[in-house]
């Protein structure tokens, strides 16, 4: 578990552009299982998670269409909300950073942290602006 001081501003980065911090495996679950669309981002205290996921994830909503739920958990910190969401993300497995949207409950794309790695975080808000202008 890493200490809450040191991931205060990781969680800031994406609750100050409005995702919901999720600390139960009963707020993912509610969270993910309602109706409409709901995007999950996995947070992270690696590198790609600063560079590229969470500019990614605040950049794709600038766009018309976007999911109606913003959501957030954090890798090695939240473990009980983390479980629930990876639980809800099969096939794909565990990584971190990660991001899924859902819709209505189901899982309808997957960015797994091979997606993140290595790709500009304008490359990886587009693939998430596809799938908003496709789902919601």
């Known amino acids: 578990m890493y200490p809450a001081d040191l991931v205060k501003p990781m969680r800031d980065d994406l609750a100050s552009a409005g995702f919901e911090e999720l600390y139960t495996a009963e ?3 509610n969270a ?3 109706e409409g669309t709901t995007l999950v981002v996995v947070n992270s205290v690696c590198g790609c998670a600063a560079a590229n996921a969470r500019p990614a994830a605040k950049m794709s909503l600038h766009n018309e269409k976007t999911p109606g739920r913003l959501v957030t958990v954090f890798a090695g910190v939240d473990r009980e909300a983390v479980d629930a969401a990876r639980n ?4 794909f497995p565990p990584s971190s950073p990660s991001m899924a949207l859902f819709k209505d409950g189901e899982l309808v794309h997957m960015i797994e942290r091979h997606h993140i790695e290595g790709r500009p975080a304008e490359m990886i808000a ?3 602006v596809q799938a908003f202008n496709e789902f919601c």
């Open 88 to 91: 809800m993300m099969v096939p």
């Open 32 to 34: 993910i299982k309602g």
């Open 27 to 29: 707020a993912v679950e």
């Open 126 to 128: 587009e693939n998430l």
